[in-house]
């Protein structure tokens, strides 16, 4: 049964994510998607700027030009077709913006995803270690960052469960050899409990 249970921590385990498990670290993936974000934004805010002006100064000096040729009402009508041209160039320029700023936040929590869930089953796993619950160490989800550290996490465990199993065994040993007085042999038999739970 033990090697069974060797076997299943040996493997990363699959994982099915769900959507409102994406956010898994809340304060780390917030923080580096919303700047990102504000990044995105400002190069957009400048590089759009710049086009939108662009092209109503290169509008303008075209209308002025065709005014000498053309007459009042035919220069409006060409004015407004140059005005309805421009709109529709800021707001393709504005709705493009808002689709690469929500497509940027989508990938970077899905980035951050990979990476905070490993750090949160790293943390798990040491704190599983220093209480002393061997078992409970596991490695990362299949897909995440960091496939070594979870590999080296999953050695970590089976060395530490490996060396728990041997003292019990040498103090299992001990006790056949009936040669501790009784106190000692009590003592002997509650930390060999102690260690079976740390394989748990």
């Known amino acids: 049964m ?15 994510r769900k959507v409102k498990n994406y956010l898994i670290d809340r304060s780390f993936q917030l923080r580096w998607v919303g700047a990102v974000i504000v990044l995105t934004v400002l190069l957009l805010s400048a590089l759009g700027g710049y086009i939108v002006y662009a092209e109503q100064h290169a509008s303008e000096a075209i209308i ?9 009402d035919a220069a409006a009508e060409v004015a407004e077709m140059f005005e309805v041209e421009d709109n529709a160039i800021m707001w393709g320029l504005l709705a493009t913006g ?38 409970r160490i596991r490695g990362f989800r299949q897909g995440d960052a960091f496939p070594t550290v979870s590999q080296s996490l999953l050695e970590m465990g089976q060395s530490l469960r490996a060396r728990e199993e041997h003292e019990i065994r040498r103090l299992e040993a001990l006790l056949q050899a009936d040669e501790l007085p009784g106190t000692a042999a009590t003592s002997v038999r509650t930390l060999i409990d102690e260690k079976r739970s740390r394989l748990g």
């Open 2 to 16: 033990m090697q069974a249970q060797n076997t299943e921590n040996a493997a990363p385990r699959p994982y099915e």
């Open 64 to 72: 002025q030009g065709l005014q000498k040729f053309y007459e009042p």
């Open 98 to 135: 808002l689709g690469l700023v929500f497509s940027l936040a989508g990938i970077g929590i899905l980035v951050t995803h990979k990476v905070a869930g490993p750090m949160v089953g790293l943390k798990f796993s040491l704190d599983s270690a220093a209480q002393g619950h061997y078992g």
